[in-house]
């Protein structure tokens, strides 16, 4: 069948993959990729993205009508299934697929093709009755809001009144499929008249995913996430397969690995006697994918199979939409996993080092490159908070801790955004329809869903902190209530969601980074002192001798000579005393006894200027880096406190060094502990200002004298020792970040 307008899924893996995925959208292409690896996946045809454009911008086209009467008569070929008639007929869903993932942004219409006749004909083939007239109920709901455009008020409000507020799981199968029929025909009568030919349901629903792309819902993601409007979404018609057909049959979401911490092992979402949207929509308690081991072991070891053999083929956290059909199972999507920025760093790491997967860390560190800009923190359990704070608890969907004015209402929320206040959006669940009040959120609570619901996954998506499935939370008009308490709108919470709590009142923490970007930074270094010729030990770099360069080196110092300048630079005496004596006569500089210098005023302002703007240029490089330094920085105050004093007898005395042993310990300190700190932190500069590959030379080179017996080269102020070039790192580190060493004292830095 295939056209520019449509293809079937083994005829769409022939094509070339980045085609592919730009006609058939991330779930046609996927589908079609996993038909080709022999996975079991329900037969079915794409309509491409082409298609979607030309619908969105002029209406339907008879060239549609063609590709899609092609691909139908195909599927019913290939299932041996007919629609509409016959023991056991075809039932499609038609879902959208955008060639960028944008999780529950567009429409999906399942069960299409439905009528009270096929209802009927599927229980009769099942022996389930009562199954035929839920798959005719979830039929009714869908296309009703979906396709007609029914209130999602109204069609809850019809079938609350005929099947009541348990969607008809309390009637038997004789009363659901006369209640079904009522709401049918109640929806008739108000309008929302749903066709009996299948072939002209399939086409409206078509049409209804097609003309989701242009939702104000899906708008705002893609202006959120930066996504082209011009890619539109494809309409994937596909074989139904029922995860609503009894005890052995269920629907789930699973992720490869966690996508909150990137920790390895599955996570996800499974219901019993569902199908998807009842997973996704957050609406109903789920249970850990993991239990479907001692549900159906069998169907456990297909699970894992496929996504071991996806997660190699992707390279990377795959997503898994499946169904369970009486105890078969069936995949119906597989993409990257959205997933927490801390996640993402965990995930590279691992990934990187597994021989298994042929990701190396130069690739790595460039998927993760956007998120070292800004690496994510985690909270000081330090600094924690009264448990009587603690509201209530929920999962822990996606973490950072934060902390905002409680809101419950989504148009609240946009105008609290607009006003550049801090919300905590609550909710019972999210839909598509709150994007625009969520993307206005710093965090959010619902008090349904899992870790597949629509909040959990756009929240890690987005880097929000998120805790969901908070049941001891009811949502309330002017606020919530948790038991006896209530808590009104507008008062402050902080939601946590590395342990999933919701607390009352604002709990400020000590931000840390999470471990993954200290190695993820020693990679960086490893990255770039190969791209400079090992930088860390002994890069060659030398710098020009300039007025300007000189009048840098001394500004940092204090005062040198001709000597200690060159020793900076890299470059030989003769070059520097010219330019120094050049200083002095032109009353640049001062002469000091000893061959030394100073810069005066009129120097040291132009000195000035230059760092604010290196600044400008440096700043955004060295900032990210700071906190690390600190601790660095901290780390050698200790290490220089024990070599210049000692303990004898309980008493603090100056260090004689008369213990040999003693001071090769605090050698031992400086090199495995400060030493192997600083070197990554220098190098990632470097990588941007290759002069601060010096730093690590002369850092490198005091440390060689000191190990070769020249004790004075740790912290000798008049020569260039470890501490005093460490001196002058950290003085250049705090310009360029536009600080002075006088706030860095204050804040206990210096």
Known sequence: MSSPLGYSFSEAAGLDPDQRTALLGGKGAALARMTAMGLPVPPGFVLTTAACNRVVADGWFPELDAALAAGLDHLQHTTGRQLGTGAAPLLVSVRSGAPVSMPGMMDTVLNVGMTDDVAAALGAATGEEWFGWD??????????????????????????EHLGRDEGRGLDAGDLARATQQVRLRLADEGYEIPIDPRQQITAAVAAVFESWDADRARVYRQVEGISESLGTAATVQMMTFGNLGERSGTGVAFTRDPSTGAAGMVGDFLVGAQGED????????????????????????????????????????????????????MLQVRRGKRSPQAALRIAIDLAEDPTFPLGRAEALERVADVLEDPPTRFNPASGHAEHDVVASGLAASPGRVTGALCT??????????????????????????????????????????????????????GVPAVVG???????????????????????????????????????????EVDEVAILRRWQRDEAAAHHGVLAAGSGFTEDASAETCERVLALKGMGNAASVAEVLGCGEDEVAPILADLVASESAQELPGDRVRLLPVATARVDERFVADAARLGPVIEPLMGQFHDANDGLKQVMAAWQTREVDGETVPNDHADLDYDAVVVGRLQAEIHTAIVPIIDVVAASEPRFARYSDRLAAALEAVTGGDTQMVAHPLRDSYHTVWFELHEELIRLTGRTRAEEAAA???
């Open 470 to 512: 908070v049941a001891a939370i009811t949502v309330e008009p002017d606020g919530i209530r948790v038991g006896d308490r209530h808590v009104a709108a507008g008062e402050v919470l902080t939601i946590d969601g590395d342990r999933g709590v919701v607390l009352l009142g604002d709990h400020p923490s000590d931000e840390i």
């Open 409 to 462: 209402d989504v148009d609240v929320a946009i105008e609290a955004g607009a006003r550049g206040e801090q919300i905590i959006l609550v909710r019972r669940e999210t839909s598509p329809a709150d994007i625009a009040g969520m993307a206005e959120a710093a965090g959010l609570v619902t008090t349904l869903g899992g870790l597949v619901s629509h909040a959990a996954v756009i929240a890690r998506s987005w």
């Open 135 to 160: 798959t005719a109920r979830r039929f009714v709901q869908s296309y009703a809001t979906i396709v007609l455009g029914a209130s999602e008020e109204l069609v809850r409000t019809v079938m609350a």
């Open 748 to 750: 206990g830095r210096a």
């Open 279 to 330: 997973v996704v929509a957050g609406t109903h308690a789920t249970l850990p994918v993991n239990e479907l081991r001692s549900l159906w072991p069998d169907v456990a070891d297909r699970l894992d199979e496929a996504a071991s053999l996806l997660e190699r083929d992707l390279e990377d956290l795959v997503d898994i939409e499946f169904t369970v059909e009486d105890g078969n199972l069936w």
